[in-house]
Nanobody
Framework: EVQLVESGGGLVPAGGSLRVSCAAS????????IGWFRQAPGKEREGVSC??????YYADSVKGRFTISGDNAKNTLYLQMNNLKPEDTAVYYC????????????????????WGQGTQVTVSS
């Protein structure tokens, strides 16, 4: 069974940094498209960043501030978030799918097959 477990969320001041992690199991890490999504209260889940075939994609709102990366040895996905803004406040989810092909940020959608439970990131003003 594919399992994804996020961790590392918390409360940070605006301008601060945080790294969230996603521990993956039950599949071959490199064979999947993986990504980070977030959902703020009252809003739909949105794609933040995806990585597919070693290529990364970012939403315009986080470009230059966030970095997605994966550690194959640990089977873990990371999202390094710098210069955080209050509007980044959301529950952050990781997701994986063996078939979703991402070649633009527009394909980094909520159609992934497997999801983690989410980790809360709150950015204070």
């Amino acid at each position: 069974e594919v399992q994804l477990v996020e961790s590392g969320g918390g409360l940070v001041p605006a301008g601060g940094s945080l790294r969230v992690s996603c521990a993956a199991s039950g599949f071959t890490f490199d064979d999947y498209t993986i990504g980070w999504f977030r959902q703020a209260p009252g809003k739909e889940r949105e794609g933040v960043s995806c990585i597919n075939s070693g290529i990364t994609y970012y939403a315009d709102s986080v470009k230059g501030r966030f970095t997605i990366s994966g550690d194959n040895a640990k089977n873990t996905l990371y999202l390094q978030m710098n210069n955080l803004k209050p509007e980044d406040t959301a529950v952050y989810y990781c997701a994986a799918d063996p078939d979703v092909v991402v070649n633009s940020i527009g394909h980094c959608t909520a159609d992934f097959g497997s999801w983690g439970q989410g980790t809360q990131v709150t950015v204070s003003s």
